[in-house]
Structures are given as C-alpha cells and as structure tokens.
C-alpha cells in the first residue's frame, strides 16, 4: 500500500500531485485574500473620501468597489500556477486572462476619470447638464474613448504576450482610416450631439422651426433628434442637418411682436380716421399679455384706408397668441360699430360714360 509521500509524488502530465495542491492551495488563499483585503481598504478610503468635498475620489472608489470576480479570480489563478509546468499554449491563455482582466479594469476606471473631467468642465461652462444630456454626452464619448482605450490595451496584451505588433499598429492606421470614411455621416451625427449638449441651440419640449418643419422637441438622440410636427406626426431629422441649418427656437422668445393691419373704407370722415388709433390702443391695452407698441394710418389702399397695428405678447407659447389676437378683434369689431367706422372690403367703382 502506498504511503502518503508516494502519494504527493505522483505525476500528472508535467507536474507532481504536491504541486497541483499547492497551486490549489494558493488560488484559494490569494483569493480570500485579495476579496477580504480588498473591501476592508476600500471600505476604510470610503470613510476617509467621506470627508471631503471632491467628487473624483467617490467616482474612483464607485468603480473600485465595482471590480469584478474575474479580476479576483485571474491574479489569483495566475498567481497558483507560477510553480507549475505548463505547455507554452496554456502558459500564453493564462497571461492573456491576467492581463485581460487587469487591463479592463484599469480601462474602466480611466474612462469614468475622463467622463468626470469632461462633464465637470461642460458643467462649469453651461451652469449644469440636465439628466438627460448627461446620459447624451456620455454614451458619445464613452464610444470613442473605449475605442481608443481598448486599442491600446489590446496592443498591451499582445505586446507583452510576445507578438509583433509594428505590423498590427500599420495595419490598424489603414484600417482606422477606411472605417472613418465608411462611417464619416454616423460620425458626423454624433459629434453634431455633442454640439447640441454643449451649446444648446434648443431643448427637449421647446417648440422649433427647421427649414419647412416645425414642431415641438421630443428626443435628441445620438444620431438623430425627433420631432412632434404641429400635425401630430413624427418627424426624424439628423444631428448633422440640425447644426448646419438655420433653427428658430420659440422656447426662447421672451416677446412675440406681431404686426397685422385694418382697413376702413374711404367713405369714413377724417375725425373718425383720428380716433382709429386711440380706439385700437384702449382695445388692447386690458388684455393679458400684451403690451400696445403703435398704430398709425400708413397707407390709401386700392379700397381701404390701411392702418398698421404693432403689439406684443409676453408669452410664446402660440395659443396665449391666438387668444390675444382674438378678443383683440372682437374688441376693434364692437368699438368700430359703436363709432359707426366701416371694415373695408375688396370693392370695385366702374364708370360708364353715355
């Protein structure tokens, strides 16, 4: 009967069993130790990062503390099977996970560092980033800032692994190069979000008019920013097209200043014509806002005598318009028939001569 010496000494492919339960051994107590050591420093920087009024530290320790059961799992592993004899195949897979696992993390935290900078500065330049254009802002710099990373960490891996990667840079210069051409409108669309989140040209729920479309902002997306025409229809129009053109923004009108005219007809006496403008002012003047600007008799029309009215609403939004507009009407119709003015309408004198 074999003894337990004898035992341990066996081989299994290159290596002893002592050696594989020593390997084991130290999996298991790395492990433990990397996950118990791990919590207990971060739990104790937490309490010292509590302390402070810097938000990068929180947003360092929030990516730490989200550090994952493979980055455990590959020091630990690569570290057990530094005393072990292993083919050149397994030896180069068990680095390439080590090195995955450390790099992903390392990329992980420098991308929430760089996001944090950059909405820190936008912030300090707009006086605040909504929810919304945060999210925006992150998901198109989060694109390019993993690609570059990740080009660099995947370079890393395989340098360090012991392939040529001169070769590799090259041909990921060309490569780069024809992917850009090939996506240069989706490009051009997400660089335009950013132009958007950034100036702020107009909002979510803002009404706008872009060339003949018009309508009120639902979603400005990545790529694309939706609008609810005045229709009801939906209507989709590029990032690209939106920074290019021409936008009016009736969010962002204070006043609507609004010119409209009236005509009266050439049979009415020059006291009445006097009276017009002062009839017109204390016509709008009780309204809500709107605040009277002029009226003046401006013009002999083919049939009418033209007065040209300027007020203006203290609201933009169109319907408090159009209620103004309104009872300013009524109000001119019923002062007119009190003074015995006459509308004119489109009228034609013929002359016939025996």
Request: proline share 2%; charged share 20%; glycine share 6%.
């Amino acid at each position: 009967m074999e003894n337990y010496s004898d035992i341990l000494t066996k081989s299994i492919g290159s290596n002893t069993i002592q050696d594989l339960l020593i390997a084991t051994a130290t999996f298991v107590v790395v492990y433990i130790a990397l996950t118990i050591i791990w919590k207990f420093l971060l739990k104790k920087v937490r309490k010292i990062a509590s302390k402070t009024s810097m938000k990068l530290d929180d947003v360092i320790l929030d990516v730490l503390e989200g550090v994952g059961g493979l980055f455990y799992v590959a020091i630990a592993l690569y570290s057990s099977v530094q005393s072990l004899s292993l083919t050149p195949v397994i030896n180069v897979l068990l680095k390439g996970i080590f090195l995955f696992a450390v790099i992903y993390e390392v990329i992980k935290l420098i991308e929430r560092v760089i996001h944090f900078f950059i909405v820190k500065s936008m912030k300090a330049k707009q006086q605040g980033l909504s929810e919304e254009e945060e999210k925006r802002v992150s998901g198109v710099f989060s694109i390019f800032i993993k690609i570059i990373l990740w080009s660099v960490g995947l370079l890393l891996i395989l340098s360090n692994l012991g392939f040529n990667i001169t070769s590799l840079i090259a041909g990921l210069g060309i490569g780069g190069l024809a992917i850009s051409l090939a996506l240069q409108s989706v490009l051009s669309d997400m660089f335009s979000s950013l132009s958007i989140a950034i100036d702020k040209p107009f909002q979510e729920g803002d009404f706008i008019v872009v060339g003949t479309d018009k309508g009120k902002v639902k979603h400005i997306g990545v790529k694309t920013t939706r609008i609810e025409s005045v229709q009801g229809e939906e209507i989709v129009i590029s990032n690209s097209e939106l920074t290019t053109a021409r936008v009016q923004n009736f969010k962002r009108m204070k006043k609507r200043r609004v010119v409209f005219n009236i005509g009266v007809t050439y049979a009415t006496p020059t006291e009445k014509l006097k009276k017009i403008p002062q009839i017109i002012k204390d016509s709008i003047d009780p309204l809500k806002k709107t605040e009277f600007d002029r009226a003046h008799f401006f013009e002999f029309g083919d049939f009418s005598l033209n007065y040209e009215i300027v007020y203006y609403t203290t609201s933009s939004e169109y319907v408090d318009y159009m209620e103004s507009q309104q009872e300013m009407n009524l109000k001119i119709m019923e002062a007119f028939a009190k003074e015995g003015i006459e509308m004119a309408f489109p009228t034609q004198t013929v002359y016939v001569n025996n």
